[in-house]
């Protein structure tokens, strides 16, 4: 049927090697397969290109897929967190979370424009994850929805080791999230990107998030404000 066939459309990520036919899928989801034959074309424009199939699998190609649909990624889900890429639409439920004046001490503030967090946020998706498929992420209760956190990585100066940040909303403290989550987060960075180690930075004073990265086996650097997570200039 009509829907039928247009809710393939909508699903489908579309893989070729000659620019003329990608270019008639405009606006939609388009993986470049490069080759000797197609050398001389120009696919200036199109974000992902691959030059064979030997390393390319189902989790590759929906990774994909989802960037170009600008679909968040999940990075785990444990027994009673789900942890995924942020996105625009997340901002309204993000200031609510850093409302809390306990936190205030050992974060950098979001912007009060909202359209120009907004703005940060959309380049940090395109950037950090769009180039690095690592960042920040956010925690949510599984099945419930409700936004608890963030944790995730920054590079840092040092091209192989990652800065590992995060922060549980008081309320959601003392009830083991933060470790389920660090311990998932680390499992998936081990999977896909072995070859990093990690440190943190912490306030001196932030005594329970010293206790994690200490459980979690990271080395933790002290710091008098902002420990792990200053903001990434883009």
């Known amino acids: 049927t009509g829907n039928s066939s247009k809710e393939w459309e909508e699903a489908a990520l579309y893989i070729t090697d000659s620019s003329e036919i990608g270019s008639s899928y405009k606006g939609r989801p388009v993986l ?3 080759h000797e034959d197609n ?4 696919f200036c424009g199109y974000s992902y290109l691959l030059e064979g199939f030997d390393d390319v699998d189902g989790e590759y190609l929906d990774g994909v897929y989802r960037r170009l ?8 889900v444990t027994k009673r967190l789900h942890i995924r890429e942020m996105t625009v639409e997340d901002l309204d439920d993000i200031y609510e979370l850093y409302k809390n004046p306990e936190l205030l001490p050992f974060l950098e503030p979001l912007q009060e424009n909202r359209e120009e967090e907004a703005a940060y946020l959309e380049r940090y998706i395109n950037h950090m994850y769009g180039m690095f498929e690592y960042g920040m992420w956010l925690i949510f209760l599984e099945g419930k929805g409700t936004l608890i956190g963030r944790m995730g990585f920054t590079n840092t100066e040092e091209e192989d080791v990652l800065e590992f940040g995060f922060m549980i909303a008081p309320k959601y403290q003392g009830q083991g999230y933060a470790t389920e989550a660090g311990e998932a987060v680390f499992s998936y960075m081990k999977e896909h990107f072995p070859a990093f180690s990690y440190k943190a930075v912490c306030d001196n004073k932030n005594r329970a998030a010293v206790a994690l990265c200490n459980k979690l086996k990271v080395p933790v650097e002290i710091n008098g404000k902002n420990g792990g997570f200053a903001k990434e200039s883009l």
Request: charged share 35%.
């Open 32 to 34: 470049i397969w490069l």
């Open 69 to 76: 649909r600008g679909i968040p990624r999940d990075i785990a």
């Open 39 to 42: 050398g001389e074309e120009s």
